[in-house]
């Protein structure tokens, strides 16, 4: 399963677009797709003929009176595509979240049970660069980003990978980006110099194919229904077609590259074992736990891991009581617990120390 956000702050880049159409052409080849809608313009759920009262904001909010789960919100669209749907309300989680600890992690906790179902989860950010858009790249492994031919959208571009970059940095999670040129007009000299400039900045990450100028994208959106719905033989439908194809491809490339990878650092990984069993010993087993009867998941994360998140922070239960040992080097750690995605300090342990976030990591002192 992969989940693929695709963002841009600059409007008019075919952003929805791209998010609707994408979901639709990957669904048609077999596979089966969810689209988030996680922009309070809900252009998307819009675009789908889709109207809900309910949306994602009633599942991430705390302060929602109708609280509710992904389950109860997801709407079918077509065979094999679902949609979560978006509303105005949604726009108030970027204040609301502000204040919260482990705020970018929320939409990962609530999209966390859904990936067995799903072959790709898609997400359709806001046209900015706030909180919901940091949780949609914190919990993908891939960011599409549509970009029409104007120096502008470059531009627009580079803001989105300084956030992708803070983000690698600062949360240790790393994005793989890529960049689709849309709404291509052949008929222009400037969109074939400004696409000679996209290809010698970008690259590899740059998408073969683009997506041109097409009104029956327009009028499908306009309709509620998607492009393949409604002329699956017009040039919009194809584009978005041959997108999804170039995705399967390249992530079929990708795999036969990381499984010759693989073979090829074999000995490598022999010869790494012996020094890895020798450091081993430098490290300590140290027990961490915490009460929390009722919790879903539980992690721990602190300077010992660089903050990270994965399943060798995860906790298992007994009881009410989530626990789990990891090795420390002797030495001084912090760290804090993350509890159904809500980060904590542990309240078993007085000695705390305050983090530049404004709250508080614990601290803990391994003697060897």
């Not at 919260?100 to 966390?112: A, D, H, P, Q, T």
């Not at 849309?182 to 222009?188: G, I």
């Not at 994208?217 to 719905?229: F, I, M, N, Q």
Request: glycine residues 4%; hydrophobic residues 40%.
């Amino acid at each position: 399963m992969k989940v693929i956000s695709i963002a841009n702050q600059k409007g008019g880049c075919g952003k929805t677009t791209t998010a609707i159409n994408l979901a639709s052409a990957l669904s048609a080849i077999g596979k089966k797709i969810l689209l988030i809608d996680l922009d309070p313009q809900a252009h998307a759920s819009l675009g789908l003929d889709i109207e809900s009262q309910d949306s994602i904001y009633n599942v991430i909010s705390h302060l929602t009176p109708k609280k509710l789960v992904m389950d109860d919100i997801i709407k079918r669209v077509e065979e094999r595509f679902d949609i979560v749907p978006s509303n105005i309300l949604v726009g108030t989680l970027e204040q609301e979240l502000s204040d919260e600890i482990g705020r970018e992690l929320k939409l990962l906790s609530v999209i966390e049970p859904l990936k067995e179902r799903y072959d790709y989860i898609l997400i359709d950010c806001p046209p900015s660069l706030g909180i919901l858009t940091v949780n949609a790249i914190r919990t993908s492994d891939e960011i599409i980003i549509p970009v029409e031919t104007s120096r502008f959208s470059m531009q627009g571009v580079d803001h989105l990978m300084d956030i992708v970059n803070l983000i690698k940095d600062r949360l240790n999670h790393a994005v793989n980006c890529r960049v689709l040129i849309t709404m291509f007009d052949s008929r222009l000299r400037h969109s074939f110099a400004m696409l000679a400039t996209f290809k010698e900045k970008f690259k590899e990450r740059l998408f073969d194919t683009i997506v041109h100028v097409n009104v029956k994208l327009k009028e499908s959106a306009v309709l509620g229904r998607t492009v393949a719905c409604y002329d699956k033989y017009c040039r919009g439908a194809k584009d978005y077609y041959s997108l999804a194809k170039e995705m399967l491809a390249r992530e079929r490339e990708d795999f036969h590259q990381m499984r010759e990878s693989s073979v090829l650092n074999k000995e490598l990984s022999r010869k790494m074992q012996k020094i890895m069993a020798q450091e081993i010993k430098d490290f300590l087993p140290t027990k961490f736990e915490i009460e929390a009867p009722g919790a879903k998941t539980v992690y721990i994360t602190g300077s010992f891991n660089d903050w990270a998140l994965d399943d060798a922070c995860r906790l298992k239960e007994n009881n009410g009581v989530w626990a789990t040992d990891i090795p420390l080097r002797p030495g001084i750690h912090q760290y804090q617990f993350i509890v159904d995605g809500v980060w904590c300090e542990d309240p078993k342990n007085p000695r705390q120390e305050k983090n530049s976030f404004g709250d508080v990591n614990s601290i803990i002192e391994v003697v060897g």
